[in-house]
């Protein structure tokens, strides 16, 4: 059976038309999200530097990832990421090797913004975590050795 059968809990007899994701929780969706992207994802690419932060305070607070792509001078680009996953699923973990290989290619700052999820937390919440990220990311780019200029 190959990782791809796997990754969607088939066991290959029924290919890719027995997946019905309408039939999924919410749970099996981030744990389908999670595994698909570990089997096509970049993996732990090396960075320059990689740390774990949070934008803002309190119950506002925002998880997010700082990536320095190896070349990135500073003043370096900024680049906020917001994973996919429909605004349900993905988080700073599954995308991680996207960031990673985003941070190295551009030469630039990748910030990956881990910003909440729904159901749990109903739109407009991952939006107003994006617009809150972007906004601080962008009149503090200096703390993160960024040009606000090239946010």
Not at 111 to 128: D, F, I, N
């Amino acid at each position: 059976m190959g990782r791809l059968h796997r990754a969607f809990g088939d066991d290959g007899t029924g290919g890719t038309a027995s997946f019905d994701p309408a039939r999924l929780s919410v749970a099996a969706i981030r744990a389908l999200e999670e595994a698909v992207t570990r089997v096509f994802g970049f993996g732990a690419v090396p960075v320059a530097e990689c740390r774990d932060l949070q934008i803002g305070s309190g119950p506002d607070a925002v998880p997010c990832r700082l990536y320095r792509g190896f070349g990135a001078t500073a003043p370096a680009p900024l680049v906020i990421y917001f994973h996919g996953g429909g605004f349900i699923s993905g988080s700073l973990d599954s995308h991680d090797g996207v960031a990673r290989a985003l941070a190295n290619a551009a030469r630039a700052t990748v910030l990956s913004v881990g910003y909440r999820l729904a159901p749990e937390h109903p739109y407009p919440a991952a939006l107003e975590d994006g617009l809150a990220v972007t906004l601080r990311a962008w009149h503090h780019a200096d703390h993160f050795a960024c040009d606000p200029k090239g946010v």
